[in-house]
């Protein structure tokens, strides 16, 4: 275990601080900026609404309801259907200005100075900022690579925690890597996690691309905090929603920390209701699309040496590529893709440890996007030979 240390800031530390996050978002900016840009790197549906969630927001303009804060925990109708959706009767939805809102708040409330913080490498790393102010000791436990199978597993787990673990954070379907759990394999993390005591963070963003899902929630209701979002299967990332669910007696603890009692986004929650409602119809023609992309890209990379896909079919919105045996690195394949409009993330994005090894690629977007990565992907391998291995700015 490495325990975080919280350096005093000083002057000059602001200030690269704020030179740092001033380039990074002039950067983003210009992507966002581009009408052209083709969306494969971060995990958001692209595709058309559904008619349905499309009439509930103009609805929601139109009757110019937002001129009213949301109620502070989340409309009634949105919080049943959500605690619904799961299939977790007796427990209650919060909920938030996106998914990581809700990791944050969960965060605020659980995480202790010099208490662990448990998690996996690769994983979703803003939770580990998170735990690092609030002075957690974090344990990255790897999984990258076939000897892990590419996920966590019980005898991992169990060796990485102790009587001091606070806080153990599952990301199921693992983002980057796609992979997700069996049923005993859920049951033995809430077991350890109740066994030592500790809060187990089940973040299950991507939930609803898996063949099959297990909630840690059915066998440790009284400590599991469920985080569910409605960026990646709705589509809704600009309009910021997502939820935390939890037992009445949990929800107790985290309400207090709380930082947003004026309620999200009435937009969004108008749309996420819609969006419920008809969610098995949409979801089943969303995973066709995106699983056929999938392939697509898979097979585009068969053609060329080097390249693996470890993962497939991958059990979230999007792929891991191995380029470590390809004469390029991540960073300059995310340029030379960039020089054609596509935007793919590289892997430090998620892990420094490995990132080096590999690009994601997300495919919860339009055909033509897809078609047009494989289309230029043969150039761009060429053309990423020749680039320096610069880190990418986003």
Same mark, same amino acid.
């Given at each position: 275990m490495s325990a975080v240390l919280k350096a005093v800031p000083t002057a000059s530390s602001t200030s690269s601080v704020m030179a740092d996050a001033e380039t990074r978002n002039q950067y983003f900016d210009r992507l966002f900026s581009n009408p052209a840009l083709m969306w494969?790197?971060?995990?958001t549906n692209h595709f058309p609404l559904h008619p349905a969630v499309r009439q509930a927001l103009h609805d929601a303009i139109d009757d110019e309801s937002f001129h009213a804060y949301a109620p502070p925990l989340g409309m009634e109708a949105l919080r049943a259907a959500i605690v619904a959706d799961l299939g977790v009767p007796g427990q209650s939805a919060v909920v938030t200005d996106g998914a990581v809102a809700a990791l944050a708040l969960a965060c605020r409330a659980f995480c202790v100075a010099g208490k662990g913080f448990v998690t996996t490498d690769p994983g979703w790393k803003w939770p580990l900022g998170f735990a690092a102010k609030a002075g957690? /000791?974090?344990t990255e436990i790897p999984i990258y690579g076939p000897e892990y199978g590419f996920k966590l597993s019980a005898e991992a787990l !169990? !060796?990485? /925690?102790?009587?001091? /673990? !606070? @806080?153990i954070y599952l990301v199921d379907p693992n983002n980057p890597l796609g992979t997700t759990y069996t049923e005993d394999e859920i049951r033995a993390f809430a077991a350890r996690a109740r066994e030592i005591g500790a809060i187990l963070i089940h973040d299950c963003t991507y939930r609803d691309f898996a063949d099959s899902h297990t909630l840690a929630a059915r066998f440790y209701p009284e400590g599991t905090v469920t985080i569910v979002s409605f960026s990646k299967w709705l589509g809704l990332a600009g309009l910021r929603l997502g939820a935390l669910v939890a037992a009445p007696e949990l929800l107790a603890r985290i309400l207090p920390h709380s930082q947003a009692p004026l309620g999200a986004s009435v937009l969004a929650q108008r749309a996420a209701i819609a969006g419920l409602a008809v969610k098995d119809e949409w979801m089943a023609e969303v995973i066709a699309k995106q699983r056929e992309n999938q392939q697509m890209i898979v097979d585009a990379f068969a053609r060329l040496p080097g390249f693996e896909v470890p993962v497939f079919p991958s059990q979230a919105n999007f792929i891991v590529v191995e380029c470590s045996k390809a004469g390029v690195t991540p960073e300059a394949l995310v340029t030379a893709l960039g020089?054609?409009?596509?935007? @793919?993330r590289q892997g430090t994005y998620h892990t420094p440890r490995f990132g080096h090894r590999f690009i994601k690629i997300s495919t919860t977007v339009p055909k033509a996007w897809a078609q047009a990565l494989c289309d230029v992907l043969p150039q761009a391998v060429e053309r990423a030979k020749t680039l320096p291995a610069t880190a990418a700015l986003f």
């Open positions: 494969l790197g971060q995990n957690s /000791t974090i !169990a !060796a990485s /925690t102790d009587a001091n /673990t !606070a @806080v020089e054609h409009d596509i935007m @793919v």
